[in-house]
Nanobody, 121 residues
Framework: QVQLVESGGGLVQPGGSLRLSCAASGSIFRVNVMGWYRQAPGKERELVATINRSGSTNYADSVKGRFTLSRDNAKNTVYLQMNSLKPEDTAVYYC???????????????WGQGTLVTVSS
């Protein structure tokens, strides 16, 4: 069984920073693309950023220049550094990863349980 465990959410004032972490655990052969999505109240889930094993990243326009995504392949962990946070960044943030297990032959999309980020004064 494979799971993604997220941490680092919380309450922060506008202009502040938070760092989210997401670690994949279980019988993992290899983790391909990892990333973060978010869902604000009353809105659909949207892409925040993704990163492949080589470190190439893709960011939503709304977070470019403020958020930085990185990963540690040895730890199967991805980090999202969020700076200059705005109230509109308030959402539940979900980790996402394409994971191949030792018992499988393909990559399966896996989601974390979500962590709440609230930006408010």
């Amino acid at each position: 069984q494979v799971q993604l465990v997220e941490s680092g959410g919380g309450l922060v004032q506008p202009g502040g920073s938070l760092r989210l972490s997401c670690a994949a655990s279980g019988s993992i052969f290899r983790v391909n693309v990892m990333g973060w999505y978010r869902q604000a109240p009353g809105k659909e889930r949207e892409l925040v950023a993704t990163i492949n094993r080589s470190g190439s990243t893709n960011y939503a326009d709304s977070v470019k220049g403020r958020f930085t995504l990185s990963r540690d392949n040895a730890k199967n962990t991805v980090y999202l550094q969020m700076n200059s946070l705005k109230p509109e960044d308030t959402a539940v943030y979900y980790c996402n990863a394409d994971i191949r297990t030792y018992s499988g032959y393909d990559y399966r999309e896996t989601w974390g349980q979500g962590t709440l980020v609230t930006v408010s004064s």
